[in-house]
């Protein structure tokens, strides 16, 4: 494997391990659920995206064949992790809506 192609692996992976953190972070440190639940979907796609087409490149560049595996599990991930993200989201509204809100500060019930 050339040197050029070595490198171009090298960053993609490195791409998507701080895409990982990222969103792990985001998620420790975000306020409320729909921060917490946007942080790790976006990253997590786009880290595990860039960790894939990595390992696409290696099978290309070593070996001269496409690997259709690693193809098809990011095509699952790109239209499955914004669907779930979206259903996550509407749980939490609809749960949201069923809590009345909190009295106002010094409000006497």
Excluded: C, N, Q
């Amino acid at each position: 494997m050339s040197l050029v192609a070595e490198i171009f692996i090298a960053f993609l992976l490195v791409v998507g391990g701080v895409f990982g953190v990222v969103g792990g972070w985001g998620l420790v440190r975000l306020p409320d659920p729909m921060t917490r639940l946007h942080a790790p979907t976006k990253a997590a796609t786009l880290g595990v995206g860039a960790v894939l087409i990595a390992s696409m490149a290696t099978m290309w560049f070593r070996y001269g064949i496409v690997s259709w595996h690693e193809f098809m599990i990011a095509l699952f991930l790109f239209l499955t992790a914004p669907v779930s993200a979206h259903m996550m989201a509407k749980a939490a509204l609809s749960l949201a809506e069923d809590d009345p809100p909190p009295p106002p500060p010094g409000a006497t019930s």
